[in-house]
């Protein structure tokens, strides 16, 4: 359960050097990773409290392939009880895989935003994303702009209600899902659509994760018809692959 090959769409690993978490917004309330902890006791030995694994560091130095890694799907890398001195531990072997891409996703923007500096330079591989369930929670967007990431980007999921307007200037890519299993709480379509016409209107690459359901992926992913599975321009760069390729299908 530390670590392994994930089908999350939009990465290809996982890497925890933190485990569990607390609460601090709507799209919280029925988190999956805390699900995890309750089914599997003997891998989570302190349930969902947050926890450091040390031991964990160095995997990603042994994964030859190179990958797209999102860092603590079990946890929040800027969570309240991180200590900076670990956080700086996990940037340095972050920044000494540059063969990897990083994922790292948030809740807390303040904390991001202040730590932002003491982790500097920025590693090019390290992209940086926070979390918005529904309207109230936008201005998490202009905390992730002062992060000085060649890829900044928001994740609206679970998408909890009409997120309206969104001022994309800065932001590279965004991810849009519903929620899923015990609970869970209904998406709309408008919603969904909204999102992704100004992602388009404004040059944000978008992708559709899934509608949800009793498992992630009971509803499917397609929008309109399709799916969207759109990367930021800069993963393609990285391929070596041509700019129209990250905008194809649009």
Known sequence: MASANTSIEWTEKT?????????????CKNCYAERITKRFPGHFPNGFAFTL??????????????SLIFVN???????????LDFLKKI?????????????????????????????NPWPDNVWIGVSIENADYKHR??????????VRFISFE??????????????????????SGPGRRPI????????????????????????????????GRLLEGRTWD???????NRLEQPRHVALAGR
């Open 15 to 27: 890497w925890n050097p933190t485990t569990g978490c607390t609460k601090i917004s709507p799209g």
């Open 53 to 66: 694994h040390p031991d964990r560091l160095n995997e990603p130095r042994r994964w030859r392939k190179p």
């Open 73 to 83: 799907s079990m946890s929040d890398l800027f969570h309240e009880e991180m200590p």
């Open 91 to 119: 940037f340095e072997v972050m920044r000494e895989t540059p063969r990897h891409i990083y994922q790292v996703l948030t809740k807390r923007h303040e904390r991001l935003a202040e730590l932002a500096q003491e982790l």
């Open 141 to 150: 967007i202009d905390f992730l702009r002062k992060v000085p990431a060649i």
């Open 158 to 179: 679970p998408l909890l209600g009409p997120v309206g307007e969104v001022d994309l200037e800065g932001i590279h890519w965004i991810i849009v899902g519903g929620e």
């Open 188 to 219: 709309r379509e408008e919603w969904v659509v909204k999102l992704r016409d100004q992602a388009l209107a404004q040059g944000v690459a978008f992708f559709f994760k899934q509608w949800g359901g009793y498992t992630p992926k009971a509803g």
């Open 230 to 236: 759109e990367m930021p321009v800069h993963y393609y």
